[in-house]
């Protein structure tokens, strides 16, 4: 398949060198956003890491223009949903829901989710949190990407009104097919976005 008059060999060229200038620059964007936010920096130092954090947000712009404007039509599945769940539980459950021909995929880790959301117009993020840090998680792909929806998934239930506090939709285990529906229902399709 060819994009145009670009051959294929040279998409995945193309695709590869975005994926490669992407992983260090959300390094480069999470460990700027963390030191924005320590109160024990100099003012200087403070407005330097703000700087460096708001020109990578400009990069990862470009690189995205670049991918829809080259790769368009080629950039993976439009409005997909992405689990973040390292044990398979969740996603397992999930993949069997009917999203109507919504491509449903897993992430193993939190490294994996950030490439992924990076290179892919996901509709949503459904992270189990059961074995990761809420924190890592809204940092790392709020840097991949900013404003991406999330839904939480929360199997302890004392942690659950904490979680509700962040403004994300949290669902408890057993997980029903119309509640994730439901909240799937409300999120953007990012193949509209510009």
């Known amino acids: ?3 145009g008059n670009i051959p294929e060999d040279k ?5 590869r060198l975005l994926h490669d200038l992407m992983n260090p620059l959300t390094v480069i964007m999470g460990y700027a956003q963390l030191m924005t936010n320590r109160d024990d920096l ?5 407005k ?7 020109q990578a947000i400009e990069v990862s712009h470009i690189a995205e223009k ?12 439009s409005g997909s949903v992405l689990v973040l769940d ?3 539980s969740v996603f397992n459950t999930i993949q069997g829901f009917n999203f109507n021909n919504v491509a449903c995929y ?8 950030v490439d992924f959301v990076h290179l892919n117009p996901v509709r949503t993020v459904v992270v189990n949190l059961d074995s990761l840090a809420l924190d890592d998680v809204l940092v790392q792909l709020n840097t991949a990407r900013p404003g991406i929806p999330l839904v939480l998934i929360n199997s302890d ?4 009104e904490d979680l509700l506090s962040t403004g994300y939709p949290v669902l408890v285990p057993p997980l029903e097919e119309s509640a994730v529906l439901e909240q799937l229902k409300a999120m953007p399709d990012p193949a509209g976005d510009d």
Do not use: C, F, W
């Open 1 to 3: 398949m060819e994009n």
């Open 11 to 15: 998409q995945k060229q193309i695709h």
């Open 42 to 46: 100099p003012v200087d130092v403070l």
């Open 48 to 54: 330097q890491a703000q700087d460096i954090y708001e």
């Open 66 to 77: 670049i991918k829809k404007t080259v790769l368009s039509g080629n950039s993976g599945p």
């Open 86 to 88: 390292t044990q398979g």
């Open 106 to 113: 897993r992430a193993k880790d939190l490294a994996e989710a």
């Open 157 to 160: 239930k004392n942690k659950t």
